[in-house]
């Protein structure tokens, strides 16, 4: 396998990148021209070939570096931990949203990039702000008019180090989701790692907790049953169903469309499969098997859905036709104060 990472440096070198965010792009880049690599030799390149075609794309990929050094001026630099393992980075998670979108486009012939949009606020000194970031950070992304879609979080002044992005607490997504006048969608999502038991062969799965609006804002629908209901989404224990990942019914399931009204135990929480998700769907972290209602949390977490202080997700949103991101923002502003 050559040796990618003194390229890639070089690509960067005039960057001057801080070296912890330079080594996590090098890693990123090298593992991406790796796979490039081995899939060219699987479709029969020799390795002369694969290794030139492989650079190629590379040389695509100098748009993406200077754009990741544009939107570090933008971003605090170091990781914020919001305290539980419950709390995941935000920042943290838009460069998984960045490394997914990465290897999302191997097949194609170079990066594009398009920029990240962090939308400040900078208002109130002593109240948690919404704020708005452009969530197209690369083309072209596999949902229904991709230009139209954004994410939305929460910013937490903080005295010393001015205002602190945060995930979502569920009593404040629902002011968001019912009283916004910017968007036509808003979804919540969060990802975390459950047992799969009750089977001869347990197995951990990556399940996501989705808003029943999740499925339609992205344009995906299920290959087979139905996706999750409104009452699913509003009221919590109406019906503790789940949806399969594609590879999950075909790898435990045998893609058996007779599935729906099967259980499976999450975590030794019983759930109903209710539908099956398209090949090559794995959820905003590209990773998930299975998906859960939102409102399922409280299963596991009794007070989740009522704390508001309990910030555990993200969400994002499909702006309405004609909406700027500058109108989203004053919408924010206005939603607040609420």
Do not use: C
């Given at each position: 396998m050559p040796e990618w990472k003194q390229e890639i440096r070089g690509r960067?070198?005039?960057l001057q990148l801080a070296p912890t965010r330079e080594a996590a792009i090098v890693e990123e880049l090298a593992q991406h021209l790796d796979d490039c690599y081995a899939e060219l030799l699987s479709g029969g390149a020799t390795p002369a070939e694969a290794e030139r075609q492989t650079l190629a794309e590379l040389s695509g990929s100098e748009l993406l570096a200077r754009e990741l050094r544009r939107v570090e001026r933008q971003v605090v630099p170091e990781p914020i931990i919001l305290g539980t393992n419950r709390r995941t980075n935000i920042m943290a998670d838009l460069w998984q949203d960045l490394r997914f979108g990465v290897r999302m486009l191997r097949k194609k012939p170079g990066f594009t990039l398009i920029a990240i949009?962090?939308?400040?606020?900078?208002?109130?000194?002593?109240?948690?702000?919404?704020?708005?970031?452009?969530?197209?950070?690369?083309?072209?992304?596999p949902y229904r008019q991709p230009e139209q879609l954004v994410k939305v979080f929460q910013a937490q002044p903080d005295p010393a180090k001015g205002m602190l992005p945060s995930l979502w607490s569920y009593p404040r997504f629902e002011i968001l989701r019912d009283q916004n006048k910017s968007f036509s969608d808003v979804a919540?999502?969060?990802?975390?790692?459950?047992?799969?038991?009750?089977?001869?062969?347990?197995?951990?799965?990556?399940?996501?907790?989705?808003?029943?609006?999740?499925?339609?804002?992205?344009?995906?629908?299920p290959v087979v049953g139905s996706a999750f209901t409104t009452e699913e989404d509003r009221m919590p224990g109406a019906n503790l169903s789940a949806m399969l990942g594609y590879g999950l019914w075909q790898r435990r399931?045998?893609?058996?469309?007779?599935?729906?009204?099967?259980?499976?135990e999450l975590d030794k929480k019983v759930f109903t499969v209710g539908g099956?998700?398209?090949?090559?769907?794995?959820?905003?972290?590209?990773?998930?098997?299975?998906?859960?209602?939102?409102?399922?949390?409280a299963t596991f977490v009794p007070t989740i859905l009522t704390h508001p202080n309990d910030h555990w997700f993200q969400v994002i949103a499909r702006l309405k036709d004609g909406v700027s991101l500058a109108q989203a923002r004053a919408d924010m502003h206005l939603l607040s104060a609420r």
């Open positions: 960067l070198a005039g949009a962090t939308l400040a606020l900078g208002i109130g000194a002593n109240t948690a702000i919404f704020s708005v970031v452009n969530a197209l950070m690369l083309r072209p992304l919540g999502f969060n990802q975390s790692p459950y047992n799969l038991s009750g089977t001869d062969a347990p197995e951990r799965l990556h399940v996501e907790m989705v808003s029943a609006s999740y499925f339609p804002l992205l344009g995906v629908e399931f045998g893609g058996d469309a007779q599935v729906i009204g099967k259980t499976i099956v998700l398209p090949p090559g769907f794995r959820g905003q972290s590209g990773t998930a098997d299975v998906w859960l209602p939102m409102t399922a949390a």
